[in-house]
């Protein structure tokens, strides 16, 4: 064993005597966060794949061997811990190969175990292509096969521990990285079944029958852990309340459809979506305090408005455009406000992302033509204030007299502060 292997090995084997196995796995491979780019003014960084398994020797530099130490050891680990959480794996195994090119020669067990830690990040990482997924898993396999060649050598039982906890992680991050291309494919096929713009199958209704079967089907398979206990139920009942959203929003917009189903089949679905909704405010707390407005309120909104149509008659919150708004629909007021402050138009790009949006927050486009159009007209006392205020405005400015008159006509007239400055600024951009 080099004086190098040795230094680097006592110095893990106290991080075992002191820490245990599982500190060992935690603490000495990354030993400490929130290094930054400290690394990659160490040691530097390269975004090429690096070619090579591992690094090639120099022909005429002799290893730093005199340099190592602890320290040297950390800053390696910061380093890479660093350019792991930036998602720079390349960076991070150039970084590796140069560290070792830098102290020593030989290649030992924990250079293996930091590849193989740095190979297991990048397999773990979500954002990650599905198509690198075998080479991924493979280049993760060789690093920890090489930790435990390089630890039965060392005929050391510390080293040996230290390899199956890696292993055990590895076979963890195979499980859950497959649970993720699960998720993610079932994501996919839901929210091409529960587009209110498309259907998929013979019907809208059967489009959302197979949505929902999906999901229980889903949580059949996966959600069972080893003890037989059942987890994120939560998630599993607001993803199918989702499903019953973007359904209803579909039938408030066709109501042929609406009318198509018994009353026996709408029951069922209203009952399906009230269950979702009180089952998910039960068993979560709902820190996304979106979440809770949408299974609160909405749900229920979307039930009542569905109601009223089946009966030929407008909803409450339909009937006109000086009726109380929800959230989501003040949400779209305030868009359609903006996009109309800039110059008193909505441009054809603006118009694609509001649509976009009212999709997004269940709101069904008659509704969203009501609410552009209070935005758009303006009341007859607001003609008259910005009649007013063009006259001021000809000169391209408005004297502090003009101003207080400006002020008392708008407060006779029953207009806010920020109505009277969105009229301003727009006569101010044309």
């Not at 500190?23 to 090429?48: I, R």
């Not at 794949?49 to 130490?69: G, L, P, R, V």
């Not at 560290?99 to 030992?108: G, S």
Request: net charge negative; charged share 35%; hydrophobic share 30%.
């Amino acid at each position: 064993m080099g004086i190098i292997t040795k230094i680097a090995t006592d110095f893990a084997k106290g991080y075992v005597s002191e820490r245990g196995v599982k500190g060992t796995m935690e603490d000495a491979v990354s030993l400490m966060q929130g290094v930054g780019k400290v690394g990659k003014k160490l040691f530097g960084s390269n975004e090429d794949e690096y070619d090579s398994d591992e690094y090639d020797e120099y022909e005429n530099d002799e290893a730093e061997t005199n340099s190592f130490d602890k320290k040297t050891w950390k800053e390696l680990c910061d380093g890479i811990e660093a350019l792991k959480e930036e998602s720079n794996y390349v960076g991070a195994l150039k970084m590796l190969n140069d560290y070792y090119r830098r102290f020593q020669v030989d290649l030992d067990y924990f250079y293996f175990y930091l590849k193989a830690d740095i190979l297991l990040a990048k397999y773990d990482d979500p954002g990650r292509s599905p198509e690198s997924d075998f080479s991924c898993k493979t280049e993760v396999d060789k690093a920890i096969e090489a930790c435990d060649k390089y630890g039965l050598e060392a005929d050391d039982d510390e080293l040996e521990l230290m390899t199956y906890e890696l292993q055990e992680k590895f076979e963890s991050t195979i499980a859950k990285v497959s649970y993720w291309r699960k998720m993610r494919s079932l994501q996919d096929e839901i929210d091409a079944l529960r587009d209110p713009e498309h259907v998929v199958t013979t019907s809208k209704v059967n489009d959302v029958l197979k949505a929902l079967e999906l999901v229980d089907n889903f949580w059949k398979e996966e959600s069972t852990a080893e003890d037989g206990s059942v987890y994120n139920i939560d998630f599993l009942y607001l993803f199918k309340a989702r499903i019953y959203n973007a359904f209803f929003f579909y039938l408030a917009e066709n109501k042929q459809e609406l009318d198509a189903l018994s009353d026996e089949q709408l029951s069922e679905f209203f009952v399906g979506a009230t269950d979702c909704a009180d089952k998910v405010l039960a068993f979560s707390e709902c820190d996304d305090k979106t979440d809770e407005e949408f299974l609160n309120r909405r749900i229920p909104e979307q039930i009542e408005e569905l109601k009223q149509l089946r009966c030929g008659k407008n909803t409450s919150m339909h009937s006109s455009s000086s009726a109380s708004v929800t959230s989501e629909e003040q949400e779209y007021l305030e868009e359609i406000r903006a996009c109309l402050d800039n110059d008193g138009e909505i441009s054809s790009r603006e118009r694609r992302l509001l649509d976009r949006l009212r999709k997004s927050l269940g709101i069904t486009e008659a509704r969203a033509k009501e609410l552009e159009t209070s935005v758009n007209n303006m009341s007859d006392d607001e003609k008259e204030y910005q009649e007013e205020l063009k006259a001021c405005l000809e000169d391209g400015t408005i004297s502090d007299r003009e101003r207080r008159l400006l002020d008392r006509l708008r407060k006779s007239l029953g207009i806010s502060e920020e109505r009277a400055k969105a009229i301003e600024d727009r006569l101010l951009k044309q």
